[in-house]
Structures are given as structure tokens and as C-alpha cells.
């Protein structure tokens, strides 16, 4: 046989044999896993209380039924009260809390020290430097998320003070640097801000609207801790110019920014020129508008607003947003709307098997992803 036919012979006899194999389809892929890989875990905090208000822990996802849309979602994952968290705890030392600068401290140290020990902590807050006659107020990380108690309590020692207010700055901070990755693993979904603050913005670069649209897609619960400093700002804010407590540039335009465009008024961006019962209204507005915004991001999200007349109220209130941390669930689910339209989605938790009474708060919805 000639070396050619050879080769040929044995490839035919080759091929045979291959296709004498039993041939063993692949099955696809469960319908169920597509629709993981293409959707996104939606994960929704949630609070149970019962008719005194006191948090209900022990419950399992069985005892919890979520709508989105009006339309039930299967519960893919759920995490108990014991699951730890990690928290961004927000700092104001501007204005009139910088004088009491170590009663923020002393109520931030007992606040990180009665959460558990697996929870991690970073934490923000205000400073300033000076370029010449121009003053730069800015938001910081003084501690990335750890939960060494000690490198946190050296980190508020580093806590400065500041004569203006980036709060929506500091939000998106927040969003966008500390919880700029997903979580993982036992902290998926389990993310929270926790801010000491009047709420009202005087320096950021940022508008609120920006800060609430990334704040609310990170899906983390936004408790405040809002410190009435009204009385106190509004002190200093009347009669001589040279001496008296001035707006911002930017917190004057966002009292005219209130208002229809076509509005009948005059407007007066001179600080000095703005006589004193229109003062007394632009303080008004803005400390109207911090805590409605403050209300929107805590109620959207999951989280609560704690009202302190003063700082020394902050560390009863720093205890009872512990108390919410520690017994949070977390509900976790892919939503059968499969567009990815970027349009919002609302959500609704229901409460099964709990006795008259129970209450629940949750995240309220979030918006789709966008192709």
C-alpha cells in the first residue's frame, strides 16, 4: 500500500470511530441562572418594628413578601439582624457646631464603639485651607471602612473644622469613594450613611440632585442625626454687615432657586444689601429645604431622620441609629422587569405571619439599569 493511501485509510478509520461515539448533548443553562447573569440583585433594607416601635429581630424571608411594580418577587437572598454592615459615618464641623467640636467627637467614639465588632465604620467630615485671601472648604475621608476600633478613635482626633458646609459634596463622596465597589459578601446590601448635620449645604460644588440620584443607586440606608442650629446661625444673622453671619454665594441662589422662573420678586445677590426680614426668610427656606431633603433621602432609602435640639442630644440619637444598624434585615431579589430602561421601579415590602401591629420600613425603589 502506497504511503499516500496509508494516511488516508487511517483517517477514514479515525473519523468512524469518532462518530461511533455516543453523542451527549449540552443541556442550557436554567432559565433562572440567564436571568442572574442579565439582571441585577436588587437589595432592599428593611426594618420590622411592633406596635410599641421596637425592633423585631429572629424573623427569617419566609415572614416577608416584596412587590416591585405591584408585581411579587422571588427572594433570592436574605440576611439576618446578626449579618454585620458597613457604615459612613458623616461628620458636620461647620458653622455653629466648630465650637463644640469635642462633643461631636466623644458622641462619634460611643457610637462607633456600641456597634459589633464585625461592623466596619469610615469616616467623613469638613476642613478647610487657605490659597492666599481664598478660603477652600472640602470634604475628607479621615478613615477608610475598617473595624480596628483604635484607628478609628485616632482618626476623629484628625477630625477638623470648617466655615462652610459641602454636604451634597460629602454625599457624593460617600457614593461614589467609600462605597464605590459592591460589597461582598456578608455586607451585600448591608450599607449605611450615618450623618451629623443640619443638612444645610453652603459650599458644594455639586447640587443635591446629583447627590441623591448617586446616594439612592448605591442602595445604602440614609440615617441623619439632625442637630437644630437654627436659633444659633440666625443669632449673628441680623443688622450690621460686617459683623453678621453671611449666606453663600450658593445658598442664595438656591433660596431663588425655590421659586417659579417667572416669578414677580427682586432678587439680591448682595449679602449687604438684603435687608433683615428677607434674611430671616432665606434662613427659614433653607433650613425648610435641608430637612425635607434629609426626610426624601432617609425615607427613599430605608433609613430615618433622629431630630436633636442640640449636640448633646446627638448621643441618644447616635444610640438609637445603632439600634436600627443592629437589627436590620436585608432582603435581596432579581427582578422579573427585565428592560433595562432606566426607569424607576418602586418597591413594596409586605410583613406575613407577624401580629397586628408590626410595622415595616424599606427601601421604596431604584432605578433599572440602562443599556
Known sequence: ???????????????????????????????????????????????????????????????????????PQEIASFSTTESPFEVALLLDTSGSTRADLQLIVRAADLFIRSLRAGDRVAIVAYDQRTDGRRVEVFSEIVSPLTSDRNLLSDALSDVGKSNGTPFYDSLLMVAEEIFEKPAE????????????????????????????????????????????????????????CSTATKFSPEQIRRYYGLFPENAKMEKEFDFCRIRDFARLDISKKLYELAESEMQELAGSSGGKVFPAADLREASRAFAEVAEEIGTSYTLGYYSSNERHDGGYRKIKVRLKGLPSGAAVRAREGYNAPKD
Open 185 to 240: 459578601g456578608a455586607f451585600r446590601g448591608r450599607r449605611a450613611l450615618v450623618a451629623l448635620t443640619d443638612g444645610v449645604d453652603s459650599t458644594s460644588f455639586w447640587n443635591y440632585e446629583r447627590a441623591k440620584k448617586k446616594l439612592m443607586a448605591s442602595g445604602v440606608a440614609a440615617f441623619f442625626i439632625m442637630i437644630d442650629t437654627r436659633d444659633a446661625f440666625e443669632e449673628n444673622l441680623l443688622g450690621d
Open 1 to 71: 500500500m502506497h504511503f499516500r493511501s496509508l494516511i488516508i485509510a487511517t483517517f477514514l478509520l479515525v473519523a468512524a470511530a469518532i462518530t461511533a461515539l455516543p453523542q451527549v448533548d449540552t443541556p442550557p443553562p436554567p432559565a433562572d441562572e440567564v436571568l442572574k447573569i442579565e439582571t441585577q440583585l436588587v437589595d432592599v433594607p428593611v426594618i420590622v418594628t411592633d406596635q410599641s416601635g421596637k425592633p423585631i429581630v429572629g424573623l427569617k424571608s419566609s415572614n416577608f413578601e416584596v412587590l416591585e411594580d405591584g408585581k
